[in-house]
């Protein structure tokens, strides 16, 4: 019907062509949505059960979510509740394609990123820079004498602009590439047993801090807090349980230091 080749072989076996590669993701998409709306039917029923897919960053996974998470299930203990980590943008993906409900992470920063998307602002929290215990970094006092450094940057690349216009607003320009890890233990692994110094979200640190020997570095500037924000696609309705657990995170947001604020783009 297509006129096409869905698949070609080659010495591993059969492998989608680009056109196949298109389908399959399509046809996801279509699939994800049949399940949706059969979820949403039970649910408009009164019979609040299926599932809800959740993205998180690190900061969230450890700030919000398990107390939104405990409150929910209480609440609706036949929902089940799968969690997957990422970090903006590229936790927008599977939220764009249907494959997760709800994102909760690093507001969207760039028009590109805002597209189709709808936020609710949870919390900020100040950004700080930090080391391994033992690096010979751990006591500078000045944003200068980071210079010679290696950067380390918690996310994907896709991020990498952020963390160097912080840096460049603070007349430093790194002298080496940076580099990125979507893995909080892969990020503390490289801390503890090198010289490499990272930004890192207050809340964050003083986490890690506890089962880590990372440190933060004495450097008193003020750069721009991290926003996190719970997101949904404005192109997919969310089923009744993604908002109920929507609105528990939001209600969970109350405790902490900030106003919430939704916009629709």
């Given amino acids: 019907m297509l006129g096409s080749y869905i698949f070609s072989r080659d010495p591993t076996g059969m492998v989608p062509t680009d056109v196949g590669t298109e389908i399959i993701a399509r046809s996801r998409t279509i699939m994800n949505e049949f399940r949706r709306l059969e979820e949403q039917v ?76 709808s936020y609710s602002h949870l919390f900020s929290d100040p950004l700080v820079f930090i080391t391994g215990g033992t690096s010979k970094f751990a006591s500078t006092e000045m944003v200068s004498g980071l210079v010679q450094a290696q950067w380390l940057m918690f996310g994907p690349k896709e991020r990498e602009h952020i963390i160097l216009g912080y840096l460049s607003q603070l007349g430093v320009e790194p002298k080496f590439p940076l580099t990125c890890s979507d893995s909080v233990l892969s990020v503390m692994g490289l801390l503890v047993n090198s010289d490499m110094v990272c930004t890192c979200p207050l809340s964050l640190f003083e986490e890690l801090r506890i089962g880590w020997n990372i440190v933060q570095i004495p450097i008193t ?25 929507k609105e528990v995170v939001l209600q969970e947001a109350t405790h902490l230091p900030f106003s919430p604020q939704e916009q629709q783009l």
């Fill in 42 to 117: 039970k649910q408009i029923q009164g019979e609040m059960v299926g599932s809800i897919r959740i993205v998180v960053s690190p900061l969230a996974a450890i700030k919000i979510v398990p107390l939104a998470l405990s409150t929910f299930k209480r609440k609706h203990p036949n929902v089940r509740v799968h969690i997957d980590s990422g970090q903006a943008p590229t936790a927008f993906a599977p939220l764009r394609r249907g494959d997760a409900d709800l994102v909760i992470a690093p507001t969207p920063s760039t028009p590109s990123e805002e597209g189709g998307l």
């Fill in 221 to 245: 500037v003020a750069l721009d807090p991290i926003e996190i924000s719970v997101i949904t696609s404005t192109t997919r309705p969310p089923t009744s349980a993604a908002l109920a657990f």
